[in-house]
C-alpha cells in the first residue's frame, strides 16, 4: 500500500478516536481491514509526527498519539494557504491559480476572521 | 554608445512599456497571442540588459585607444572578460531565480496536495471538496493537478455553474499555465525591483484567466461560466473579474478579425524580440569584431 493511503487510514483511525491512542492500538484497528506489520504502523505514526500532524504524549513506556489538528483545522489550514496565495503580492509564483483571481486585503482579513472562529 | 542604447531599451521595456500593454483592451480578444508578447517583451528586456554588459567595456576600451592611437591586446582581453563575467552573472541570476523559485512552488504545492489527499483521499476525478464556510475554487497544478473547490462554492452555485468552474480550472491545469506563469515571473524577478513594472505580472495572470475561460467554454456553455463568475466575485470587486464577465456577456469580433488581430500580436512579439538584435547588437557585433582583427 502506498505511503499516502496509510498515512490516511492511520489519520482516520486517530481522528475517528476520542483518545490519544498508541501504535497497538491503532495498528489493532487497522489489522481486520488490512493486513500490516506492527512496525510499519510505527514508521506512519513517526513520519505524521515528523510532519507535525500528530502528537506523540509519553505514557509509562509506550507512546500515545492524537492529531494535531482537528480536521475542520486542517480543511482552514488549506484555505488559509489558498489565501495567502491569492493575497500575495511577493515575489513567488503563485502556486495556485484561483477561478476570481485576487483576494484584497480587507477581505482576506475578514475571511481569516472567519476561520479562525471555526478552527 | 551601443551599451547606453541597449541599457536604456531594456528599462524602457521592463518600465515603461507594461503599463502601456496592461491597457491594450485588444490583448483581451487574443489572450495566447497576448501571453506570447508579455514574454517576448520580458525576454527582449533581460536580452537588451545582458546585451549592455556585454558592449558595454569594449566600447570603453575603444573610446579610450582611439585616443591613445594604440591597440593593447591585453587591455582588450581585460574588457572582454569583464564584459563576459557581466553577462554571466545576469543569465546566472536569472537560471537561480528560477530554480529557486520553481523549487518553492512545487514544495508548496506538494505540502497542499499532500494535505488535501489526507483529508480526503485521492479523488478519482482530481476534483476535491473541502468542508469551509468561504466560497473559493482554485486548482493545484503540477503533473497530478487537482481542482479544489469548498462546499461553500457548491451551496452558493448551482450544479452547472459548478461544472463551469470546473471546467476553467482544468484548462488551466491541461494547458499548464503554471509554467507560463513561473516562467514570466522568473523573467520579471530577475530586474532590480525598481526597474520592473508591477502591472506586468498581473496582465500577464488575467490574460491566462482568459484563456481558462475559451478553454472552459469548449465544453460547457457560457452562460454558465457567465453565472459562476457573477456569483463568485460579488464580494471581491476585482476589476479584473468584471473584465472577464464583460468579455464573456459582450460582443466578441468575428473569426476573421481576431485570427487577425492573433498575427499581428505575434508579429509584434516577434518584432520586440527581433528588431533590437538586429538595429543595435548586430551593428555592434560587427565593429567589435572589426576592433578584435584589426581591421
Known amino acids: 500500500m502506498a505511503m499516502g493511503d496509510l498515512e490516511r487510514a492511520v489519520m482516520a483511525q486517530l481522528w475517528g478516536s476520542s483518545t490519544p491512542r498508541t501504535v497497538r492500538e491503532v495498528h489493532a484497528a487497522l489489522e481486520p481491514t488490512r493486513p500490516l506489520a506492527y512496525t510499519t504502523v510505527m514508521t506512519v505514526l513517526d513520519r505524521l509526527a515528523k510532519k507535525g500532524l500528530v502528537t506523540q504524549e509519553r505514557e509509562g513506556r509506550a507512546y500515545r498519539y492524537f492529531p494535531a489538528r482537528t480536521r475542520e483545522q486542517l480543511a482552514a489550514d488549506l484555505m488559509l494557504d489558498a489565501l495567502a496565495d491569492a493575497t500575495e503580492p511577493s515575489d513567488r509564483v503563485a502556486a495556485l491559480q484561483h477561478f476570481v483571481g485576487r483576494v484584497s486585503s480587507d477581505e482576506a482579513a475578514a475571511i481569516r476572521a472567519a476561520l479562525d472562529e471555526k478552527a | ?295
Open chain 2, 1 to 295: 554608445m551601443t551599451g547606453i542604447a541597449l541599457a536604456a531599451l531594456a528599462l524602457v521595456l521592463s518600465r515603461m512599456v507594461p503599463p502601456v500593454l496592461a491597457r491594450a483592451r485588444w490583448l483581451e480578444h487574443v489572450p495566447r497571442a497576448g501571453v506570447v508578447l508579455w514574454q517576448a517583451v520580458a525576454l527582449a528586456a533581460v536580452l537588451a540588459a545582458v546585451g549592455a554588459v556585454l558592449a558595454a567595456p569594449e566600447e570603453l576600451f575603444r573610446a579610450y585607444s582611439a585616443r591613445d592611437g594604440a591597440r593593447v591586446v591585453p587591455v582588450l582581453l581585460a574588457t572582454a572578460t569583464v564584459a563576459a563575467v557581466g553577462a554571466a552573472i545576469i543569465v546566472l541570476r536569472l537560471a537561480i531565480i528560477a530554480v529557486r523559485l520553481g523549487l518553492d512552488t512545487r514544495r508548496r504545492r506538494a505540502r497542499h496536495t499532500e494535505m488535501l489527499d489526507l483529508l480526503e483521499g485521492p479523488s478519482p476525478n482530481r476534483v476535491h471538496v473541502l468542508a469551509g464556510p468561504i466560497p473559493m475554487a482554485y486548482c493545484v497544478p503540477g503533473h497530478s493537478g487537482r481542482v479544489v473547490l469548498t462546499e461553500a462554492t457548491v451551496d452558493v452555485l448551482d450544479d452547472a455553474q459548478v461544472q463551469a468552474v470546473i471546467e476553467h480550472e482544468r484548462a488551466h491545469l491541461r494547458a499548464r499555465h503554471d509554467l507560463v506563469r513561473e516562467a514570466f515571473t522568473a523573467l520579471h524577478v530577475a530586474f532590480p525591483r525598481v526597474a520592473r513594472s508591477q502591472v506586468a505580472r498581473a496582465a500577464v495572470d488575467h490574460l491566462l484567466e482568459l484563456l481558462a475561460d475559451d478553454g472552459a467554454l469548449h465544453r460547457i456553455p457560457e452562460a454558465d461560466l457567465r453565472g459562476a463568475l457573477a456569483v463568485l466575485s460579488r464580494n471581491t470587486g476585482e476589476p479584473r473579474t468584471a473584465a472577464r464577465f464583460r468579455r464573456l456577456a459582450g460582443p466578441q469580433p468575428s473569426q476573421g478579425r481576431r485570427r487577425l488581430l492573433a498575427a499581428a500580436t505575434y508579429l509584434l512579439a516577434a518584432a520586440v524580440l527581433v528588431v533590437p538584435t538586429a538595429a543595435l547588437a548586430g551593428p555592434w557585433l560587427a565593429r567589435a569584431t572589426t576592433a578584435v582583427l584589426g581591421g
